[in-house]
């Protein structure tokens, strides 16, 4: 059984940084793309970064370009965002998702695994 857990959510005031965790079990996490994607309240579900299997190979949201940082470890089948400078349009559930296609997919239906999202709140 595959199974995301997202885990790091929670409350940061403006420009603060925040480290959202994704463990992966269930599957050969090492062959994965895995993205990182965001719903606000009341709005559709948006992609935020991906990285592929191999790490070298990133795609950010021009949102969160040059504040954002995804990576991987293969060994621990863990996914990081380091989340800097937060604004408070960066307030969302944030989700894990894990699929066999490129790096730069950004459409939902590409990843065939999500978890079950974290919640992240910026605002003073």
């Known amino acids: 059984q595959v199974q995301l857990v997202e885990s790091g959510g929670g409350w940061m005031q403006p420009r603060g940084s925040l480290t959202l965790s994704c463990a992966a079990s269930?599957?050969?996490?090492?062959?994965?793309?895995v993205a990182w994607f965001r719903q606000a309240p009341g709005k559709e579900r948006n992609f935020v970064a991906t990285?592929?299997?191999?790490?070298?190979?990133?795609y950010y949201a021009d949102s969160v370009k040059g504040r954002f940082v995804i990576s991987r470890d293969n060994i621990k089948n863990t996914v990081l965002l380091q989340m800097n400078n937060l604004k408070p349009e960066d307030t969302a559930v944030y989700y894990c998702?894990?699929?066999?296609?490129?790096?730069?997919?950004?459409?939902?239906?590409?990843?065939?695994?999500w978890g079950q999202g974290t919640q992240v709140t910026v605002s003073s």
């Open positions: 990285i592929g299997w191999k790490s070298s190979r990133t």
């Open positions: 269930g599957l050969t996490f090492s062959s994965y793309t």
């Open positions: 998702a894990a699929g066999r296609g490129a790096f730069w997919n950004v459409d939902l239906d590409s990843y065939d695994y």
